[in-house]
Protein backbone atom coordinates (compact mmCIF):
# COMPACT_ATOMS: atom_id res chain seq x y z
CA UNK A 1 0.00 0.00 0.00
CA UNK A 2 2.90 2.31 0.88
CA UNK A 3 4.51 1.81 -2.33
CA UNK A 4 1.49 2.06 -4.02
CA UNK A 5 0.82 5.47 -2.77
CA UNK A 6 4.59 6.82 -3.17
CA UNK A 7 4.37 5.37 -7.05
CA UNK A 8 0.40 6.10 -7.73
CA UNK A 9 1.63 10.09 -5.93
CA UNK A 10 4.36 10.89 -7.79
CA UNK A 11 5.04 9.01 -10.91
CA UNK A 12 1.13 8.33 -12.00
CA UNK A 13 -1.02 5.09 -12.36
CA UNK A 14 0.11 4.85 -16.05
CA UNK A 15 3.99 5.20 -15.43
CA UNK A 16 3.87 2.82 -12.65
CA UNK A 17 4.02 -1.16 -13.22
CA UNK A 18 3.36 -3.52 -11.00
CA UNK A 19 7.40 -4.30 -10.93
CA UNK A 20 8.22 -1.13 -9.93
CA UNK A 21 5.54 -1.46 -7.18
CA UNK A 22 7.15 -5.26 -6.09
CA UNK A 23 10.11 -3.49 -5.90
CA UNK A 24 9.04 -0.12 -4.04
CA UNK A 25 8.55 -2.67 -1.60
CA UNK A 26 10.94 -4.55 -1.59
CA UNK A 27 9.39 -7.69 -3.14
CA UNK A 28 9.25 -10.49 -5.47
CA UNK A 29 6.18 -9.64 -8.46
CA UNK A 30 4.59 -13.22 -7.20
CA UNK A 31 4.10 -11.88 -3.65
CA UNK A 32 1.77 -8.68 -5.20
CA UNK A 33 -0.50 -10.86 -6.00
CA UNK A 34 -1.42 -12.45 -2.94
CA UNK A 35 -2.74 -8.96 -2.27
CA UNK A 36 -3.80 -7.71 -5.29
CA UNK A 37 -5.22 -8.95 -8.14
CA UNK A 38 -3.73 -5.94 -10.16
CA UNK A 39 -2.30 -2.82 -10.32
CA UNK A 40 -5.99 -1.07 -10.41
CA UNK A 41 -6.86 -3.07 -7.18
CA UNK A 42 -3.84 -1.58 -6.07
CA UNK A 43 -4.86 2.14 -6.76
CA UNK A 44 -8.91 1.08 -5.97
CA UNK A 45 -7.25 0.46 -1.89
CA UNK A 46 -4.50 3.16 -1.69
CA UNK A 47 -7.77 5.27 -3.04
CA UNK A 48 -10.44 3.86 -0.05
CA UNK A 49 -7.48 4.11 2.56
CA UNK A 50 -7.21 7.93 1.27
CA UNK A 51 -10.93 8.95 1.42
CA UNK A 52 -11.65 6.79 4.53
CA UNK A 53 -8.68 9.05 6.46
CA UNK A 54 -11.16 12.22 4.88
CA UNK A 55 -14.27 10.74 6.60
CA UNK A 56 -13.08 9.92 9.89
CA UNK A 57 -10.79 13.34 10.24
CA UNK A 58 -14.18 15.19 9.43
CA UNK A 59 -16.21 13.10 11.55
CA UNK A 60 -14.07 13.69 14.57
CA UNK A 61 -13.38 17.06 13.46
CA UNK A 62 -17.30 18.46 13.82
CA UNK A 63 -18.11 16.37 17.55
CA UNK A 64 -17.68 19.72 19.67
CA UNK A 65 -18.75 21.49 17.15
CA UNK A 66 -22.52 23.89 18.18
CA UNK A 67 -22.93 25.77 15.21
CA UNK A 68 -23.81 25.34 11.62
CA UNK A 69 -20.59 27.71 10.40
CA UNK A 70 -18.71 26.02 13.38
CA UNK A 71 -19.25 22.46 12.04
CA UNK A 72 -18.58 23.69 8.26
CA UNK A 73 -15.33 25.37 9.11
CA UNK A 74 -13.83 22.17 11.30
CA UNK A 75 -15.19 19.79 8.66
CA UNK A 76 -13.28 21.60 5.68
CA UNK A 77 -10.32 21.99 7.92
CA UNK A 78 -10.14 18.88 8.51
CA UNK A 79 -11.04 17.58 4.88
CA UNK A 80 -8.55 19.84 3.09
CA UNK A 81 -5.53 19.22 5.61
CA UNK A 82 -6.16 15.45 4.91
CA UNK A 83 -5.25 15.83 1.28
CA UNK A 84 -3.17 18.73 1.17
CA UNK A 85 -0.79 16.97 3.81
CA UNK A 86 0.57 14.59 1.76
CA UNK A 87 1.14 15.80 -2.16
CA UNK A 88 1.10 12.55 -3.13
CA UNK A 89 -2.93 11.95 -1.56
CA UNK A 90 -3.81 14.83 -3.30
CA UNK A 91 -3.15 13.62 -7.23
CA UNK A 92 -4.43 10.43 -6.51
CA UNK A 93 -7.63 11.64 -4.99
CA UNK A 94 -8.22 14.72 -7.85
CA UNK A 95 -6.25 12.86 -10.67
CA UNK A 96 -5.01 9.32 -11.05
CA UNK A 97 -7.71 7.55 -10.33
CA UNK A 98 -10.41 9.45 -12.70
CA UNK A 99 -11.28 7.33 -15.96
CA UNK A 100 -9.36 4.48 -15.14
CA UNK A 101 -11.97 1.74 -14.66
CA UNK A 102 -15.67 1.36 -14.61
CA UNK A 103 -15.38 -0.03 -10.73
CA UNK A 104 -12.81 3.29 -9.82
CA UNK A 105 -15.16 5.61 -11.49
CA UNK A 106 -18.52 3.83 -9.12
CA UNK A 107 -16.30 4.04 -6.07
CA UNK A 108 -15.77 7.66 -6.92
CA UNK A 109 -19.17 8.19 -7.51
CA UNK A 110 -20.01 6.66 -3.99
CA UNK A 111 -17.42 8.39 -2.48
CA UNK A 112 -18.63 11.97 -3.85
CA UNK A 113 -22.44 11.07 -2.61
CA UNK A 114 -21.25 9.91 0.43
CA UNK A 115 -19.57 12.60 0.94
CA UNK A 116 -22.36 15.45 -0.06
CA UNK A 117 -24.73 13.28 2.45
CA UNK A 118 -22.13 13.76 4.97
CA UNK A 119 -22.05 17.81 4.69
CA UNK A 120 -26.00 18.00 3.89
CA UNK A 121 -26.89 15.79 6.89
CA UNK A 122 -24.75 17.87 9.59
CA UNK A 123 -26.53 21.30 8.03
CA UNK A 124 -29.63 19.95 8.48
CA UNK A 125 -29.02 19.37 12.14
CA UNK A 126 -29.50 23.25 12.69
CA UNK A 127 -32.71 24.10 10.99
CA UNK A 128 -35.15 21.58 13.43
CA UNK A 129 -37.71 18.92 13.10
CA UNK A 130 -40.05 19.06 10.28
CA UNK A 131 -38.31 21.55 8.05
CA UNK A 132 -39.40 22.73 4.50
CA UNK A 133 -36.69 22.63 1.71
CA UNK A 134 -36.51 25.23 -1.05
CA UNK A 135 -32.99 23.88 -2.26
CA UNK A 136 -32.17 19.90 -2.38
CA UNK A 137 -29.45 19.70 0.56
CA UNK A 138 -27.36 17.27 -0.91
CA UNK A 139 -27.68 18.42 -4.26
CA UNK A 140 -26.58 21.55 -3.15
CA UNK A 141 -23.31 19.74 -1.14
CA UNK A 142 -22.46 17.91 -4.54
CA UNK A 143 -22.24 21.42 -6.44
CA UNK A 144 -20.21 23.44 -3.76
CA UNK A 145 -17.77 20.21 -3.14
CA UNK A 146 -16.93 20.31 -7.14
CA UNK A 147 -15.58 23.54 -6.49
CA UNK A 148 -13.54 22.40 -3.81
CA UNK A 149 -12.01 19.71 -6.35
CA UNK A 150 -11.05 22.72 -8.94
CA UNK A 151 -9.54 24.53 -5.80
CA UNK A 152 -7.73 21.48 -5.13
CA UNK A 153 -6.37 20.75 -8.56
CA UNK A 154 -4.96 24.39 -9.06
CA UNK A 155 -3.18 23.54 -6.04
CA UNK A 156 -1.76 20.34 -7.40
CA UNK A 157 -0.77 22.06 -10.42
CA UNK A 158 0.77 25.65 -7.89
CA UNK A 159 -1.35 27.11 -10.00
CA UNK A 160 -3.70 28.42 -6.25
CA UNK A 161 -2.45 31.89 -4.84
CA UNK A 162 -3.87 31.19 -1.33
CA UNK A 163 -3.17 29.96 1.79
CA UNK A 164 -4.88 26.92 3.56
CA UNK A 165 -6.70 28.87 6.35
CA UNK A 166 -7.75 31.78 2.99
CA UNK A 167 -9.14 28.05 1.07
CA UNK A 168 -10.84 27.17 4.23
CA UNK A 169 -12.12 31.06 4.61
CA UNK A 170 -13.82 31.04 1.49
CA UNK A 171 -15.22 27.46 1.61
CA UNK A 172 -16.65 27.86 5.19
CA UNK A 173 -18.39 31.32 3.54
CA UNK A 174 -19.88 29.59 0.88
CA UNK A 175 -21.65 26.60 2.17
CA UNK A 176 -22.87 27.84 5.27
CA UNK A 177 -24.79 30.67 3.11
CA UNK A 178 -25.54 27.61 0.46
CA UNK A 179 -27.09 26.00 4.12
CA UNK A 180 -29.36 28.91 4.99
CA UNK A 181 -30.18 29.44 1.31
CA UNK A 182 -31.92 26.06 1.47
CA UNK A 183 -34.24 25.87 4.12
CA UNK A 184 -37.72 28.06 4.57
CA UNK A 185 -37.35 31.41 6.25
CA UNK A 186 -39.30 29.49 9.45
CA UNK A 187 -36.59 27.12 9.37
CA UNK A 188 -34.07 29.69 8.88
CA UNK A 189 -35.16 31.47 12.10
CA UNK A 190 -34.97 28.52 13.91
CA UNK A 191 -31.32 28.38 13.17
CA UNK A 192 -30.11 31.92 13.33
CA UNK A 193 -28.99 31.16 16.71
CA UNK A 194 -25.96 29.55 14.67
CA UNK A 195 -25.66 31.44 11.78
CA UNK A 196 -22.63 33.54 11.60
CA UNK A 197 -22.50 37.09 11.32
CA UNK A 198 -23.81 38.34 8.04
CA UNK A 199 -25.15 35.19 7.13
CA UNK A 200 -28.75 36.03 4.78
CA UNK A 201 -32.30 36.45 6.76
CA UNK A 202 -34.56 33.93 5.97
CA UNK A 203 -36.61 35.22 2.86
CA UNK A 204 -39.30 33.51 0.79
CA UNK A 205 -41.71 30.40 1.04
CA UNK A 206 -40.92 26.67 -0.02
CA UNK A 207 -41.04 27.87 -3.63
CA UNK A 208 -38.59 30.32 -3.84
CA UNK A 209 -40.61 33.15 -4.31
CA UNK A 210 -40.11 36.31 -2.44
Known amino acids: MEAGLELFGTLGYANTSIRAVSAAASLNSRYFYESFSSRED ?14 TKA ?12 QARASLRAAWTAVTED ?10 VVGVSERLERLRHETRQALAQFTADNALK ?7 LRLNPV ?3 RFLMGGVVEVLLEWINGDLDASADE ?16 VTAGA ?17 GADGKQ
Not at 59 to 70: C, F
Request: proline share 3%.
Open 188 to 204: QDGAQDGAPDGAPAGRG
Open 42 to 55: LLYSVYQRIVGDIF
Open 59 to 70: SKAVRNESTLEG
Open 139 to 141: LTA
Open 126 to 132: FTGRDVR
Open 87 to 96: RRKARIVALE
Open 167 to 182: VVDHFTALFTAAAYAA
